[in-house]
């Protein structure tokens, strides 16, 4: 089993950037494909970032061209650098690990099976 604890979260004005940190524990993270979703107030978690184990990322359509998400298995460390952020970025933001195929980029909140306790991230105007 896998812990992860993400880091890197704060208040940041619009145009800014921030790299979000996802640190593991107890397992590889090179056994996982690994993601970054967020979940704003009242609103659903989504995906906004995936790697697979071999480095292949997926991007959500509206982080595309701003955030770049890779991994550093020899530090055990997911990260989510995000450039040109939005008010509309403001959610926290979860790291997650997915057992299922590391080889895969996971897209749903249901193919993960372990998670972070999540990192406040707020963008003003």
């Known amino acids: 089993q896998v812990q992860l604890v993400e880091s890197g979260g704060g208040l940041v004005q619009a145009g800014g950037s921030l790299r979000l940190s996802c640190t593991a524990s107890g397992r590889s993270v090179s056994v996982y494909a690994m993601g970054w979703f967020r979940q704003a107030p009242g609103k659903e978690r989504e995906l906004v970032a995936a790697?697979?184990?071999?480095?292949?990322?997926y991007y959500a359509d509206s982080v595309k061209g701003r955030f770049t998400i890779s991994r550093d298995n020899v530090e055990n460390t997911v990260y989510l650098q995000m450039n040109s952020l939005k008010p509309e970025d403001t959610a926290v933001y979860y790291c997650?690990?997915?057992?299922?195929?590391?080889?895969?980029?996971?897209?749903?909140?249901?193919?993960?099976?372990?998670w972070g306790q999540g990192t406040q991230v707020t963008v003003s105007s």
């Open positions: 997650a690990a997915g057992s299922l195929k590391a080889s895969a980029l996971l897209v749903l909140v249901r193919s993960y099976d372990y």
């Open positions: 790697i697979s184990s071999g480095g292949s990322p």
